[in-house]
């Protein structure tokens, strides 16, 4: 067996060769992040058969080697950057260089820290890139509905009542792309006004509500500022182009999350987009050897803090671990409290010892970590009743 260590960089990666024995074969050497760059460790490694090429997950720059090395067959293990500092931290010097960092993924190949790519892996790749882009684009949809309540607080404060708290309707948004202020509506025709409403709400809006939405804007307190209009009407636009991507989206992850055929989504409260942020974050399940580093991976183990006979009350969870995975399963946690027996009662009893709802729901992610662990693990659908 051959080992390949390559460190990751933006613009230059560095590989090295190593024997089972420990020689090195090929000392350290650049090569650009490009075609021609792989080309170059191809043909530095190609007349080495047996041979097993690994590299840290840092980010999104190895993806593009991965792809790369993955098509032309070659075996790939893949490692824990924690697993490489380790062995750093235990030298004497603790170095660290490109052609220093190549020899220590040698020796965690050697030691068998790692895991190897499989078709299912790539496929997980892909995954958590859409379901981090669909987090990401869903807070950038939320800050703009904000920024829309913020301009309506101003040109028109009195429409959140009238649409009974929300304003986020198809119906809302139709209403003030055309009349975006309360001294447009005002002037509106109130046949365009009632057509507008009444094909925008699937009916639910007569002429009896276009009457009265006239007259509430007649006695709006909101100012007339044209820029502001302008503004509304643009963030509108941007709304309407965040929902069609998001459910361009969700489409990609449920064609991914059918291929992939995941046990996950048997567990009540996990839909496709959670379910993919989970199974995507996680990775290969066989990294964990038990549900107490999974909990510690996305970051909901506790902070013990200890100190002679001091002992800390309360405990903070780490927060050391994926910030995705970690929202991934708060959110399930606390669908799941409504959705299922045993974590309904279990969440219960937490409460009845005098935990917030805070504290106690931290419980139930615990609980659902294990869980999420059998299941995986097992590949066995979720049947805790």
């Known amino acids: ?19 089972s024995d420990g020689k090195v074969i090929v000392k350290p050497f650049p090569f650009e992040n490009s075609r021609q760059g792989f080309m170059k460790l191809v043909e530095e490694i190609e007349n080495f058969h047996d041979c097993l090429i690994g590299l840290e997950s840092t980010g999104h720059y190895a993806e593009n080697l991965i792809y790369f ?10 490692i824990n950057p924690i697993q490489t500092d380790a062995l750093r931290d235990s030298n004497i010097r603790k170095t660290k260089t490109d052609k220093v960092d190549t020899m220590l993924i040698v020796q965690c190949l050697m030691l068998k820290k790692y895991s190897l790519v499989t078709s299912q892996d790539i496929n997980i790749i892909k995954l958590r890139r859409l379901s981090r882009f669909r987090l990401e684009t869903v807070q950038q949809q939320t800050r703009i ?7 309506l607080d101003i040109v ?11 304003l986020h309707l198809k119906v809302s948004y139709a209403l003030l792309e055309k ?8 002037s509106a025709r109130i046949d365009g006004l009632t057509n507008l409403l009444y094909n925008n709400s699937k009916g639910r809006y007569h002429q ?16 007339n500022n044209p820029a502001i209009e302008l503004q509304i009407q643009c963030l509108i636009k941007q709304l309407r182009l ?10 990609a992850i449920m064609t991914l999350m059918e291929l992939l055929n995941s046990p996950i989504l048997t567990v009540p409260g996990v839909g496709y987009t959670l379910g993919a942020m989970i199974i995507s974050e996680i990775g290969d399940i066989k990294r964990f050897s038990n549900p107490s580093k999974l909990l510690a991976f996305a970051g909901l183990d506790p902070i013990v803090k200890q100190s002679g006979n001091f002992q800390a009350d309360t405990m903070k969870i780490s927060k050391r671990g994926s910030t995705y995975l970690r929202y991934a399963i708060y959110r399930v946690a606390f669908i799941i409290i409504y959705n299922n027996d045993t974590f309904h009662n279990y969440y219960l009893d937490k409460r009845a010892q005098g935990k917030s709802h805070r504290v106690a729901l931290g419980h139930v992610c615990n609980k659902l970590v294990r869980v999420i662990f059998k299941v995986l693990t097992d590949e066995t659908p979720f049947n805790l009743s």
């Open 1 to 19: 067996m051959v080992y390949i260590g390559i460190d990751i960089a933006k613009f230059k990666h560095f590989a090295s060769v190593v024997s």
């Open 156 to 166: 028109f404060p009195e429409l959140s009542n009238f649409f009974k708290g929300n």
């Open 179 to 186: 009349y975006p202020s309360a001294k447009a509506i005002s």
């Open 242 to 251: 965040y929902h069609k991507q998001i459910k361009e989206i969700d489409l």
């Open 208 to 223: 009896d509500k276009a009457i009265q939405l006239k007259s509430l804007a007649k006695k709006s307190i909101g100012l």
């Open 69 to 78: 090395l993955y098509e032309r067959g070659y075996q790939i293990g893949v």
């Open 145 to 151: 509905k904000t920024q829309l309540t913020g301009c």
